[in-house]
Structures are given as structure tokens and as C-alpha cells.
């Protein structure tokens, strides 16, 4: 019998992508995508759509009950950049629409819940590189004291009431099928599209700032790959650091030229550089790989070629 999925902000940039590969896992009509608007043609048109706003717990209610869902991906938050400018609305949907799925599972009414957290958990305080599973962890920014906030009610709704929450903290995702959505690594995919269209790019980071990123497609395999894992081989119920590659705009501009010799980068740091340098520059993701196999697949050059190649098939 298939597993019956919503995802909440299917048509985010992880939410679209994730969408499609649990479609194509699970079956069109098994996975409903839901988000405040409607996204783009490939998701509209590979199965079921409703609007959904994440914070209101019967209308979540409402779409579990008539699909008969099984499992909630949650993947509707205010990032990064923009919760700086909206603090309050940021806060409220991030922590909201947490309560409002993980309450649902506490009644039984779901079975299973996944829930992104970020690598933004981390503060100035915590050990900059390969940072542990395990550390000091005081975040400066509205995103990130909401996903601390959320590991530890995630970790609490496992212990109190026996939910099955699972969650990730991504680094910074990198990918030619989504836009980014306000965050403080966008720079990292606008630099592909600016390469391609003007041979230049102007970077919003320094260029000796170093911070975890991942490709896509690895993290979207990461996430199925933690959801799939056995209940009792999973020892963290707050979230998973998950490594992949770290690289500084310099670096990626380097990687880029490789491909594009004319390319040009030149620096410009805006109010996300105070936010990523409050962040580490790798993680430690042992413990992931331990419990349940972790292994990225895609380096610097490799993500640098899927890219520019994904990105030249979309516009041919
Ligand atoms: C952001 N892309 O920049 C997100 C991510 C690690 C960063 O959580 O806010």
C-alpha cells in the first residue's frame, strides 16, 4: 500500500524539488503538494495541488483527514535574510506551523513528520569549522533561535509523546530547478544564472567567507534517506548536521572560471554578511553517516558542472 505524503510549502526551493522525487518515488496521486501559492507547471501539473496556509492547524487538519495522509513534510519557514526584516512574522510561521504538525502526529492523526532545521542553529560562539553534532549553539539571527527552538520541541514531542520527527539541518542547498527563497546563501545559485547571462557577478558575501553548502540532489536524497531509516537507528530526534562541501565565493568564482573563463566576480557584502559570518564555515556529520549511512556525493566541480549544465538545459 503506498504511503500517503503531504508536503507543506511544496513550492519553496527544497519543497518543489523534494515534491517531484517523492512523486516519482510514491506515485503521483500519494504525494499532495500544498503551499500558499500555486509553483511552477512541473509541480502543478504531476498531481495534487491545495492552497494551504502552514499556520492554520484545521485547514492542515482538514487536507490530512480527506487524503488520508501519513506523513507531513514541513517545509514552509521564512528564511534567513528575511526574517531579519520581518522578525515577528518569521518567528510565528516557523513556530507555528511546527506546533500545528507535530500536535497533529501527538493525536495520532499522522504517523510520521519531517521537519528541515538549518545550520543557522550555530552562533559566533560555536566552533567555526567541522562543528560537531553536539556544541554551543547561540544563533543570532530570528531563523535560527526559531529552528534551535524547533530541534528541542521536535526532541521534546519525540520523548513526551512518542512522535516520529525526523529533521536535517541543512547547509546552505544549491540548485538549478528552484529559486533560493531569502536566504543569506542565495548567492550561491545567483552566480550560476549571472554567469551564464553576463559573464559577472556581484557577491553579496566577502570573499573569504567560507560556509557549508550542499547540491540539491544530495540533500533531497538525504532527506528520503533519513525518512526511510529504521525508527531504532536513529539517536538524534533534535536534527542531523549534515556535511557536503564548504566553499568561499572566491573559491566558487574560481570553479566557475574553470567552466566560463571570462566569468568575473567582485564583492559587495550587504547586511547577509553580519548573518553568515555568525555561521560555521564546514559541519561535522558523522553521526548522520553512522546512523544511517550519510555520504554526500557531490563536490565543488561536480555541483559547479550540474549547474551550469542544468541550467543551459532549461534554457534550451
Ligand atoms: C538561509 N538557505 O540562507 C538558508 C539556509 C544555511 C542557510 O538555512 O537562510
Redesign the pocket.
Known amino acids: 500500500m503506498a504511503t500517503k505524503i503531504l508536503i507543506i510549502g511544496a513550492c519553496g526551493?527544497i519543497g518543489t524539488e523534494l515534491t517531484l522525487a517523492l512523486r516519482e518515488k510514491h506515485g503521483e496521486n500519494n504525494v499532495i503538494a500544498s503551499d500558499i501559492r500555486e509553483g511552477n507547471d512541473d509541480l502543478m501539473q504531476s498531481g495534487p495541488f491545495e492552497k494551504l496556509d502552514a499556520t492554520n492547524y484545521k485547514a492542515i487538519e482538514d487536507i490530512v483527514m480527506h487524503y488520508e495522509v501519513e506523513e507531513v513534510y514541513l517545509m514552509a519557514a521564512m528564511?534567513?535574510?528575511?526574517?531579519e526584516k520581518f522578525p515577528m512574522r518569521g518567528w510565528n510561521l516557523n513556530m507555528d506551523s511546527l506546533f500545528n504538525v507535530l500536535n497533529l502526529a501527538k493525536d495520532k492523526k499522522i504517523d510520521k513528520v519531517f521537519w528541515?532545521s538549518?545550520?543557522?542553529v550555530f552562533g559566533p560562539s560555536t566552533p567555526k569549522n567541522d562543528t560537531p553534532q553536539t556544541t554551543v549553539m547561540e544563533p543570532t539571527?530570528v531563523?535560527g533561535i526559531s529552528?534551535q527552538t524547533g530541534e528541542r520541541w521536535c526532541e521534546y514531542y519525540h520523548n513526551k509523546y512518542g512522535v516520529d520527527v525526523r529533521s536535517i539541518?541543512?547547509?546552505?542547498?544549491i540548485s538549478y530547478k528552484t529559486q533560493?527563497?531569502?536566504?543569506?546563501?542565495?548567492y550561491a545559485v545567483e552566480i550560476f544564472h549571472e554567469a551564464l547571462a553576463k559573464q559577472a557577478y556581484t557577491s553579496f558575501l566577502s570573499e573569504e567567507t567560507a560556509?557549508?553548502m550542499m547540491f540539491m540532489d544530495d540533500a533531497i536524497r538525504a532527506t528520503i534517506s533519513l525518512m526511510e531509516a529504521p525508527a531504532e537507528s536513529l539517536s538524534i530526534r533534535s536534527s542531523y548536521n549534515l556535511g557536503g562541501i564548504s566553499f568561499t565565493p572566491k573559491q566558487l568564482a574560481e570553479s566557475i572560471k574553470a567552466e566560463i573563463p571570462a566569468f568575473k566576480i567582485d564583492y559587495e557584502p550587504d547586511f547577509?554578511q553580519p548573518?553568515a559570518d555568525s555561521?560555521p564555515s564546514s559541519i561535522n556529520d558523522e553521526q548522520a553517516q553512522k546512523d544511517w549511512g550519510w555520504q554526500h556525493e557531490y563536490d565543488l566541480e561536480k555541483m559547479t558542472k550540474a549547474m551550469l549544465n542544468g541550467l543551459k538545459s532549461l534554457k534550451s
Open positions: 526551493q528564511l534567513s535574510a528575511t526574517a528541515p538549518s545550520i543557522a539571527t531563523y529552528k539541518r541543512y547547509p546552505g542547498l533560493p527563497g531569502g536566504g543569506t546563501t542565495d560556509l557549508p547577509r548573518i555561521w
